[in-house]
């Protein structure tokens, strides 16, 4: 399990986290969406321990991260920016990655290699940016990591590749339950495979909710009434609302059963509860303010 609590980081006086915690459940897929800049980098370079925190703890099965080798050497970790070394090609690396990391699989890396279809005598340096991400996501794959922390995994990868790789972190956790920690900015592809949501704004944490639990208590709904009496929607948590001619179009924060009973209590002529998808959810509660709202949603 990995846990964050009261972490706060500044650059040169400026906050880039505060007052962060952060729970992930050990065999689960933890997906941490936010703005550009909203700190999603530096929360995960203080969870691979390349940062230090100035305040805060930032542990995995309870021990702090920071120069902890033997969580290290369980831990996978695929940056934005993928260094290798230049004049190394595949085969040397999965060697190095061999020395390194005591669980490597050398049986799984023969066959993820061919399964990508990459060639492993070309030099690192020589692929395209993708390849290079699959390189980066074989050689880490290979060395069965308990934790696996991805920033921006499947940036530059094609559909294909993308299926795939979804394929063997969705198995590796049903398997062995690794744990992961996945920050994307698709968020259609973390709401297929996510448990749990982060949603960081402006270095703080918005929410953190089982995904099922966050969509359970969102709703969008169209509802038309002949004669609705005084407010239709007492009770109701409206968070938006707008008209189209006689149909009335709303976010409300409540319970499925709670909002169809206020509703049809109204007798409407008219009355779907439509789904709201992560990529809603996440522009209603990041405020992306009424009108940017209307566009997407509506
Ligand atoms: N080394 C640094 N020195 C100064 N400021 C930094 C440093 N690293 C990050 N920041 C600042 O901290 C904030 C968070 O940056 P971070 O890279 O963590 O955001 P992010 O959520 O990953 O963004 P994106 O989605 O655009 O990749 C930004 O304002 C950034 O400029």
Not at 34 to 45: C, V
Not at 165 to 186: F, G, P
Not at 207 to 220: F, Q, V
Not at 244 to 250: A, I, Q, Y
Request: hydrophobic share 40%.
């Amino acid at each position: 399990m990995i846990k964050i609590k009261n972490l706060d980081k500044s650059f040169d006086g400026f906050k880039a986290l505060t007052d962060l915690n952060l729970n992930v459940k050990k065999g689960s897929i933890y997906g941490l969406v936010g703005t550009n800049g909203a700190g999603k980098t530096t929360l995960i370079k203080h969870l691979t321990g390349i940062l230090k925190p100035d305040a805060g703890d930032i542990l995995i099965e309870d021990s702090p991260v920071f120069d902890n080798i033997t969580i290290k050497e369980r831990m996978g970790f695929i940056p934005d920016d993928l260094y290798f070394f230049a004049s190394y090609n595949l085969k040397e690396s999965a060697k190095f990655y061999s020395s390194i990391y005591p669980n490597w699989n050398q049986k799984r890396y023969e066959y993820m290699v061919k399964q990508f279809d990459l060639n492993e005598k070309r030099k690192l340096s020589k692929f395209s940016k993708g390849m290079q991400k699959q390189a980066a996501f074989i050689l880490t794959m290979s060395s069965m990591p308990d934790y696996l922390i991805l920033d921006e995994p499947i940036d530059g990868l094609d559909p294909i590749i993308r299926k795939l790789v979804w394929k063997y972190i969705v198995e590796d956790v049903a398997e062995r339950e690794m744990t992961v920690l996945v920050s994307s900015h698709n968020l259609r592809e973390l709401e297929g495979i996510c448990d749990s949501i982060g949603i960081l704004s402006k270095g703080k944490m918005m929410i953190e909710r089982d995904l099922d639990e966050l969509k359970s208590d969102i709703h969008k709904i169209q509802v038309a009434f002949k004669n609705a009496a005084g407010n239709p929607y007492e009770g109701l948590n409206v968070l938006h609302k707008e008209s189209r001619g006689t149909v009335d179009l709303l976010i409300i924060r409540n319970r499925k059963d709670v909002v169809e009973q206020i509703i049809n209590e109204q007798h409407p002529v008219i009355f779907d509860v439509l789904p709201l998808s992560l990529e809603e959810i996440f522009i209603y509660e990041l405020g992306g303010g009424d009108h940017e709202i209307e566009s997407i949603l509506f």
